[in-house]
């Protein structure tokens, strides 16, 4: 029986161990208003150094009562503001093996402005100054002296 001396056999490199993607940028926090809907691409904030292309994201939401999303495309999200408060947004990348880990920024939904801000109807609050908020108060007034200022200069001449 012939032997065979180990160095003979080909040898075969150890495979490399697979490593997860990893964060390169930070997400800033966001603001918006209830009922606001912003885009967020997050594609560029991971890399992975295996050279893996990022297949996946998962997104994860502190209080889906205040704000929660859902993903248009891989990485991009559009995150909406449902009612006043602050959440935690998370975000995991995954290349097709690994997943990230999360990376975490807050969201702070707060009260619409415009016309009207109660969840009152008028007739509800009728009679009541809070109707209206401080915001179209001040216009309405600073129309009404421009008026008021018209009206007098025309009657000048």
Do not use: C, H
């Not at 991971?46 to 495309?73: C, H, K, M, N, Q």
């Not at 891989?74 to 909406?80: A, W």
């Not at 990230?100 to 100054?129: C, H, K, M, P």
């Amino acid at each position: 029986m012939e032997q065979v001396s180990l160095a003979a056999l080909p040898q075969r490199a150890a495979p490399e161990p697979n490593n997860a993607p990893e964060v390169v940028r930070t997400v800033s926090d966001r603001t918006l208003r209830v009922g606001e809907s912003i885009a967020l691409d997050v594609s560029s904030v991971f890399i992975d150094l295996d050279g893996d292309p990022v297949t996946e994201y998962r997104w994860t939401f502190g209080d889906p009562d205040v704000a929660d999303g859902s993903e248009s495309a891989p990485g991009e999200l559009t995150l909406d503001g449902k009612q006043v408060g602050t959440t935690s947004v998370g975000v995991r990348a995954y290349d097709g093996q690994i997943w990230s880990d999360e990376l975490t920024f807050d969201v702070e939904v707060e009260e619409r402005r415009g016309f009207f801000i109660n969840s009152t109807s008028v007739e509800e609050s009728l009679g009541q100054w809070d109707i209206l908020d401080p915001v179209t108060l001040s216009l309405l007034g600073i129309m009404l002296t421009l008026v008021a200022t018209g009206v007098q200069l025309f009657k000048g001449r």
